[in-house]
């Protein structure tokens, strides 16, 4: 069992723990444990709970109202939420919580329904992405186990894979797109998507994968000569130092343009060498390397 702080559910629901704390004292869905110092801490129970109110309560349900419903009504009226962004939030809600119980069947499934109904670009871009970001909350302040990281990112991995293999475009263009991440990065979700969106498009793509060592993608760069290489960086070991990196590929790997786009890359404010472009959005991403 996770337990989580009231600044933790703070960020996942987006209630301030002012709010959550005056809840607790009006009304009885929430029943945090205490710490030995009397410092509040919370189930996972608590966290579905909370994630479910908020939803309602953003969408027009008072909270005294809300207060009153059984576990079966306040199901009923989140299904009955008809704004397409409340449905939206809902999913992500819900994904969230097989995470946080690992059932996995159930995670799967949902991602499995939401691919039939709307094609995975939706699906990523309306489920997974915010997903991820609401669970970078929770690596960040390690309240989700390595295990439950790796359990649903093989999931949506798998998902991303199948969507690429099925990927066709009808009007192939004239471009070679090398993907890699560098030493240390493994998360490559977002390498993925954009393998998938590449591929959609007509482009070529070479796809190198995670943890490529500069003199590789040195090595690649020179006997395949694509028009760009791309990476997208979200999560770099902390002895990664990434002005050192960008000074090795500016020498090891001219004449291709290296792409780079992620919260890392956003977040880096110094002088980038020649032939580094940092892009902050998948569109800027996509316009840079086909012109879409």
Not at 51 to 77: C, Q, W
Not at 98 to 124: C, E, H, P
Not at 222 to 239: C, E, G, M, V
């Amino acid at each position: 069992m996770t337990a989580f702080t009231i600044k933790d559910l703070e960020n996942l629901s987006g209630i301030k723990a002012h709010t959550i704390r005056i809840w607790e004292q009006r009304y009885s869905f929430l029943k945090p444990q205490r710490t030995d110092t009397n410092i509040r801490h919370y189930r996972n129970e608590e966290l579905k709970i909370l994630l479910n109110i908020a939803l309602l309560n953003k969408y027009g349900f008072k909270i005294s109202h809300i207060d009153k419903m059984t576990p079966e009504v306040m199901r009923e009226k989140l299904l009955s939420l008809s704004h397409a962004d409340a449905q939206q939030e809902r999913v992500v809600n819900d994904l969230l919580h097989f995470m946080v119980d690992m059932d996995m069947t159930a995670f799967t499934k949902t991602l499995d329904q939401y691919i039939r109904n709307s094609g995975i670009d939706k699906t990523i871009n309306n489920l997974v992405f915010p997903f991820l970001k609401r669970v970078g909350i929770l690596w960040v302040t390690d309240h989700v186990k390595v295990a439950q990281e790796h359990l649903v990112s093989n999931i949506i991995r798998q998902k991303l894979i199948m969507g690429i293999e099925n990927a066709v475009s009808c009007a192939p263009i004239n471009r070679t797109i090398l993907l890699f991440l560098p030493e240390g990065e493994h998360h490559e979700i977002g390498l993925l998507y954009v393998h998938y969106l590449l591929k959609s498009s007509g482009a070529n793509v070479l796809y190198a994968g995670t943890d490529l060592p500069a003199e590789d993608l040195e090595f690649l760069c020179r006997i395949k000569k694509p028009d760009f290489a791309y990476t997208h960086l979200t999560s770099l070991p902390a002895r990664f130092n990434l002005e050192k990196y960008l000074g090795i590929l500016h020498a090891r790997v001219p004449p291709t343009p290296i792409v780079m786009s992620g919260m890392i890359a956003q977040n880096y404010h110094k002088k980038l060498p020649a032939g580094i472009i940092v892009k902050r959005s998948l569109e800027e991403v996509l316009a840079q390397l086909i012109g879409a």
